[in-house]
């Protein structure tokens, strides 16, 4: 049973260019949560979504930052125009149906590095 | 304001001693959990600690909640080397908010 899947693991961009994340959650998991996290620390809540639905985007910046998860394929975190400051680690995970306070399960995350 | 507070921050122990790790939340929660992550990798499940006065062990650690007190604690035994790496607790509100995570402890175990 495979785990929690995001690519690329590492992603370079140039100041200005877009950055595409790709989470595809485990089997059967119909929740997603995107996190980011900056060097030294702790994670930090951007996005929840359901198939096709944005359930709380709280934590998500109000510019440039998107998040869809279409009826088929994985979840997509898009980020436009991308800044050093946006330079981190991005980590989605999963939840089973049943609600948010299920365990969450990581990926691997996207270590993203903008030049 | 939802938050959390670990300390310490950083930890340097000798492999053989004992030391804990504590998780300060600011709000009620019934649900709090704690994990791992080596350097450059994901974050693994440690513990989900689910009532007051809960209690989990897993080999050299043990995880603990104080829920009136709003406090976990993870307790490392002998610690050995393969225990290096960064801890973190975090929790769920009891509403419609995220998981909310501390800053983490990074736990360096030496000969």
């Known amino acids: 049973n495979a785990g929690v899947m995001q690519n690329p693991r590492h992603l370079v961009r140039r100041r200005g260019q877009e950055a595409r994340l790709r989470c595809s959650p485990m089997?059967?998991?119909?929740?997603v949560y995107w996190y980011r996290q900056l060097p030294e620390e702790g994670l930090k809540f951007m996005v929840y979504l359901q198939k096709e639905n944005i359930i709380d985007e709280s934590g998500m910046p109000k510019e440039r930052f998107s998040a869809e998860f279409p009826k088929e394929g994985p979840s997509i975190l898009r980020i436009q125009q991308v800044v050093r400051g946006d330079s981190a680690a991005y980590f989605c995970a999963s939840s089973p149906p049943g609600g948010r306070f299920n365990e969450q399960f990581f990926g691997p995350g996207t270590r993203l590095t903008v030049l | 304001e939802l938050k959390v507070e670990q300390n310490p921050l950083f930890l340097s122990m000798q492999e053989g001693k004992n030391y804990t790790i504590y998780c300060n939340y600011s709000t009620t929660s019934d649900r709090l959990y704690w994990y791992r992550q080596d350097p450059g990798k994901s974050l693994e499940s440690l513990f989900v600690?689910?009532?007051?006065?809960a209690v989990k062990q897993e080999g050299r650690l043990m995880a603990s909640l104080d829920t009136k007190a709003r406090l976990s604690t993870l307790h490392i035994t002998a610690a050995v080397h393969d225990l290096s790496a960064t801890y973190f607790c975090?929790?769920?509100?009891?509403?419609?908010?995220?998981?909310?995570f501390g800053k983490g402890t990074r736990l360096s175990v030496i000969a």
């Open positions: 089997k059967g998991h119909s929740h």
């Open positions: 600690l689910l009532s007051n006065g």
């Open positions: 975090a929790f769920f509100y009891s509403g419609n908010t995220p998981l909310v």
